[in-house]
Every structure is written in structure tokens, then in C-alpha cells.
Nanobody, 114 residues
Framework: QVQLVESGGGLVQPGGSLRLSCATYGIIISNNVMAWYRQAPGKQRALVANINRSGSRYYTSLMKGRATISRDNAKNTVYLQMNSLKPEDTAVYFC????????WGQGTQVTVAS
């Protein structure tokens, strides 16, 4: 069964850090471009970062310089390390291929607030 399971979100103060995990099932992540997306209340889902088949990374302006995408091919797991978090980073974070080709998981909620 193909499935995406995001975890690692939570409540963090401004300036704090979180590492999100995306456990995948039924795909081989090294054969795909994998990506993190986020969706804030009232906004469309937006790309944050991706990592391609060769391991090259791309970041949009949303969190460039504050986030690092990585993967563990043996575990079929993708990560997003987020630092210097800001209130505007508050959103539900999702993983998927780029472009999206799988059903969306539940996402993991990140709330940045004092």
C-alpha cells in the first residue's frame, strides 16, 4: 500500500527548530523527486523544498537558508530540518513527490508562537 506519514511537528517558540519526518511506504524515494509542502490557513499548498534523484536540493524562498531537506534511502524516509522558525511558518506540512503523484497524507502541524 502506498502511503505517506508525516511526523515531528508541534508547538515551538519563534527562533526555535524542528525536524520533520516523512515515512513512505510503497515507493522507492531515490527513484523520485521528493518534496516538502506546507499549507497555512486560508492559503494554497506551497512548495518548500525538494531533493531530486541525484540528491540535489532545491529551496523556494519560503524557508531558504532556514531549512534543510534530506533523505535516508534505506528507510525510505525524507526529513526537513527547520531552524530560526517564524510565526509565518505556522502551517500543516506535507511530503509528496514533485510534482505530487501520491495521495496526500495527514500532514504534521507546525505552530510557531510564544
Amino acid at each position: 500500500q502506498v502511503q505517506l506519514v508525516e511526523s515531528g511537528g508541534g508547538l515551538v517558540q519563534p527562533g526555535g527548530s524542528l525536524r520533520l519526518s516523512c515515512a513512505t511506504y510503497g515507493i522507492i524515494i531515490s527513484n523520485n523527486v521528493m518534496a516538502w509542502y506546507r499549507q497555512a490557513p486560508g492559503k494554497q499548498r506551497a512548495l518548500v523544498a525538494n531533493i531530486n534523484r541525484s540528491g540535489s536540493r532545491y529551496y523556494t524562498s519560503l524557508m531558504k537558508g532556514r531549512a534543510t531537506i534530506s533523505r535516508d534511502n534505506a528507510k525510505n524516509t525524507v526529513y526537513l530540518q527547520m531552524n530560526s522558525l517564524k510565526p509565518e511558518d505556522t502551517a500543516v506540512y506535507f511530503c509528496n513527490t514533485q510534482p505530487p503523484s501520491m495521495d496526500w497524507g495527514q500532514g504534521t502541524q507546525v505552530t510557531v508562537a510564544s
